[in-house]
């Protein structure tokens, strides 16, 4: 069963002589649980690609379903909720708010939400991301690793359908990358959530049920490498 369907895709930022086409006209989809890396070079388009599946930004054509529901055709307001709610967006520079705790970071979708923290889920990711002792710590109190893990338990706070990953270990050891990408599977893997993740590590890409190479603004490459 497909989740996340991409329709003839197209980004054009400025106009005239000055248009840069950043996507041109890209489809595929993507099964429900399904571990999908997204490769390619410097400026291929692959982050643009990814912040229009997750409702960052909007296209200049085509459209994003998630769940059989057309993402665009919200409002900027409902665009906002279904950030917080249905994609979990993780960044290579994590994006913590840096007068914000370890608990306050984790739980602010929820908070924006106006919801009650499910207490429960809290403490596991805490306890699953070995974030124990830290809840009280500051952003810059935190390495590099830790603030990743951070950033991975306030994405899948909410417990949504899609993560969406983009260069999630580019500012991390090879032992933090491991252990990041191993939380990122096992959270794939356990409670079936569908991963997209954008890397230029290959060992990344092996690991991936599905490799989606992006050059120029399409698709190169679209090869399945395990079921």
């Not at 994609?87 to 290579?92: F, K, M, S």
């Not at 990711?125 to 590099?144: F, H, R, V, Y």
């Not at 959270?187 to 690991?207: C, F, K």
């Amino acid at each position: 069963m497909d989740i996340l369907t991409v329709s003839h895709l197209t980004k054009v930022y400025g106009s005239g002589e000055q248009a840069t086409c950043a996507l041109n006209d890209v489809s595929f989809s993507i099964e429900q649980g399904e571990f999908v890396a997204i490769i390619g070079s410097s400026g291929s388009g692959k982050s643009t690609l990814l912040h229009l599946m997750g409702g960052v930004d909007r296209p200049t054509s085509g459209t994003v379903f998630l769940n059989g529901a057309d993402v665009y055709a919200r409002s900027d307001e409902e665009l906002a909720v279904f950030r917080r709610r249905e994609v979990g967006l993780i960044y290579q520079f994590y994006n913590l708010i840096p007068i914000l705790n370890v608990v306050e970071n984790i739980t602010l979708p929820v908070a924006l939400d106006g919801r009650p923290v499910n207490k429960e889920r809290l403490n596991g990711l805490i306890a699953d991301l070995n974030l124990e002792g830290k809840e009280t710590s500051l952003p810059n109190q935190l390495s590099g690793g830790q603030q990743q893990r951070v950033a991975i338990a306030r994405a899948l706070m909410n417990a949504p359908a899609v993560v969406l990953a983009d260069e999630p270990t580019g500012n991390l050891d090879t032992k933090n990358s491991r252990e990041i990408m191993n939380l990122l599977r096992e959270s794939n893997r356990d409670l079936g959530q569908t991963l997209v993740v954008i890397t230029h590590d290959e060992s990344i890409a092996l690991s991936a049920d599905r490799v989606i190479a992006i050059e120029d603004g399409r698709i190169e490459r679209d090869e399945r490498i395990r079921r």
